[in-house]
């Protein structure tokens, strides 16, 4: 272990994969139920909200990595927004968003592998964190491999649900629903946000990323784009096939829907998928989490942190700050709740979103001359990015229905 650099050994088909594979993670597969439960037949309509707030605040990600490529993600922009101080307490709350969300999946992982393999629960939840955290260990490149073979399979699967579902296409009204209106579409989208994370974790692998300052804002536009039509066919194909009532009653929603579409024996293979799924969020929440710590410790200023800058010059890889997240979510992952946690993450998100768009804000007006990046985001109105602005307004309003679902 010895001062090195982190490998650039990613392209842009690698950002693509994890870009996609981050985002279509554990949330479509848990969340759809209970989103289903919210806005009825207009579930699509509460995965667009969201989408369109996930990718107005994907521009402004975009924008920022491409001028600052840098390890650290959120953490760098609002350094370079507001100063280190507030960077290294959002750090904070990036941090602990990363680690409880990583244990909780992993809880779900062993539901699902529970229903096909008898071990107590508690040796898989620590067993998947101990691989995934491995994986990131022994390097990016591998760790890529796996997000790619796992999103694939997860890609798969999804298929599998819209392609049995589409004979029943239009056998439900998709633009009306009975005592859902718009707070229940903006309700169901503010819990549905949880599904649309991943480009937190994507950016703070700029460092590991050939050409960052071009690679990265295509990765990010582009899986963004993928995920929202992959989501909207899974929505409109869920009503479908079961009742909204129904699906929000089914702990395995999706397993419910093939089983009713295909048959028994392609509601197990979902479940196998849902292990892919659930494995490689939290490969990317390890992979994520730990750069944004070797980051922090890095330019924090921090002399006590020094040790987790280290990168093992053979993996090319932090594996100081890879150790302890793991160490981390292997506590978190003994106790915690999908539901709850996504519902608690989706808090901590949210204001990290609006953090890092406030922040490109207050750049904009502090650096008026500042190079143009690669990547701009556009419709400038006297100087500042309208998206940018309309998505702070955006995560705002799902922030208030997020809150009002856990108090209800």
Do not use: C
């Amino acid at each position: 272990m010895a001062e090195a650099q982190l490998k650039r050994n990613l392209g842009l088909l690698d950002i693509l994969m994890f870009g996609i594979g981050g985002i279509v993670g554990a949330g479509i597969y848990a969340i759809v139920g209970e989103a289903a439960g919210i806005s009825g037949n207009l579930l699509w309509a509460s995965f667009l909200v969201a989408a369109t707030v996930a990718l107005l605040t994907a521009t402004t990600y975009a924008e920022f990595v491409s001028r600052f490529p840098d390890a650290g993600g959120s953490f760098e922009y609002v350094k370079q927004g507001f100063g280190q101080t507030t960077a290294l307490w959002f750090s904070i709350m990036m941090l602990f968003t990363g680690v409880v969300a990583a244990g909780a999946i992993a809880i779900s992982f062993s539901e699902y592998l529970g229903r096909l393999w008898e071990v107590p629960r508690w040796i898989i939840t620590l067993g998947v964190i101990v691989v995934m955290g491995l994986i990131n260990a022994v390097g990016v490149q591998q760790a890529s491999w796996f997000n790619t073979l796992a999103t694939v399979v997860t890609l798969a699967g999804l298929a599998a649900i819209v392609y049995f579902a589409i004979p029943e296409w239009g056998s439900v009204p998709l633009l009306e629903s009975e005592g859902v209106g718009w707070t229940a579409i903006a309700s169901g989208g503010a819990l549905i946000f949880f599904s649309f994370i991943g480009y937190e974790d994507l950016v703070k692998m700029a460092e590991e990323t050939r050409e960052p300052r071009k690679t990265m804002p295509r990765g990010i536009l582009i899986s963004g784009v993928v995920v929202l039509l992959v989501y909207l066919l899974v929505a409109v194909s869920a009503v479908s096939v079961l009742p909204p009532e129904e699906l929000a009653q089914e702990s395995g929603p999706l397993a419910a829907v093939l089983r009713r579409s295909a048959g028994a024996g392609w509601a197990t293979a979902i479940v196998v998928v849902a292990l892919f799924a659930t494995s490689k969020t939290i490969l990317s929440n390890i992979l994520g989490t730990s750069r944004l710590l070797y980051d922090v410790a890095r330019d924090g200023g921090m002399s006590w942190l020094q040790r987790l800058t280290r990168v093992n010059r053979k993996t090319g890889t932090p594996l100081p700050a890879i150790l302890l997240i793991t160490l981390l979510a292997l506590a978190f992952g003994l106790i915690g709740n999908l539901k709850v946690v996504a519902s608690i993450s989706n808090i901590f998100i949210m204001l990290v979103f609006l953090a890092v768009n406030a922040a490109l804000l207050n750049f904009r007006r502090q650096h008026p001359d500042a190079p143009t990046p690669r990547f701009r985001v556009p419709l400038q109105v006297g100087g500042y990015p309208l998206p940018t602005m309309l998505a702070l307004v955006g995560v705002l309003i799902l922030l208030g229905f997020n809150v009002a679902n856990i108090l209800g």
